[in-house]
């Protein structure tokens, strides 16, 4: 009986390792893994700031499902997920707002990132990475996804084709489910 005892936290500790190997391994295939958000957490208030310093408040989005991205030029994976980004906002237009928050770069760097891609989202900036760590992001890119009731949903740490089956799975429950395909309100002044 005592060896049992003995072989059971090795055996707990080897099946714990392999499972964190299978995770990590997971990941490392898939480039992203899915955080949910904690239900006791309040989303914090503001989306980001577009070119003039004005807020974003998430409010003015109320009915609309939101992805926030978190990007910066810097990021080659980031800039990989743009255009699938790009596509995403365009196919889901009067359902879904798709903004690209771009992480402690300046006002210059944004534009001149917009103007050499070609960016077509709604671009805001987070100045000094105060939105950044309310929203808890430390891995870029990352993607809040907030439904069309206001809830947060989860945050996709890494790259992600958001017009692939893994990306539809998860924005499928965020529009309301009698999208009326109205035109979408207004959104913030894009960096260009």
């Known amino acids: 009986m005592a060896g049992l005892t003995l072989t059971r936290p090795w055996l707990l500790l080897v099946l714990g390792a392999a499972l964190a190997l299978a995770v990590t391994q997971t990941l490392a295939q898939t480039g992203f893994d899915v955080q ?3 239900a006791s957490k309040a989303a914090p208030n503001l989306a980001g700031f577009d070119a003039a310093g004005k807020a974003l408040p998430l409010t003015s989005l109320r009915g609309q499902a939101v992805v926030i991205n978190f990007w910066a ?14 596509l995403l906002a365009h196919t889901h237009v009067g359902k879904l707002s798709v903004l690209a928050v771009n992480y402690k770069e300046s006002p ?8 050499a ?8 900036r987070d100045p000094d990475g ?5 929203w808890g992001i430390r891995v870029f890119p990352s993607t809040v996804l907030i439904g069309a009731d206001g809830r947060v949903r989860s945050v996709v740490r ?3 084709d958001w017009n692939g089956a893994a990306a539809q799975a998860l924005i499928a429950p965020l529009p309301p489910a ?3 395909g109205a035109a979408p309100k207004p959104g913030p002044a894009d960096q260009r």
């Open 36 to 38: 949910p958000w904690p």
């Open 117 to 124: 891609t070609g960016l077509d989202l709604h671009t805001l």
């Open 108 to 115: 210059a760097a944004v534009a001149q990132f917009v103007a």
């Open 73 to 86: 030029s810097w990021c080659e994976p980031c800039r990989e997920e743009m255009p699938s980004l790009a």
């Open 130 to 134: 105060a939105l950044a760590r309310a």
């Open 178 to 180: 009698a999208a009326t």
């Open 158 to 160: 890494g790259a992600l």
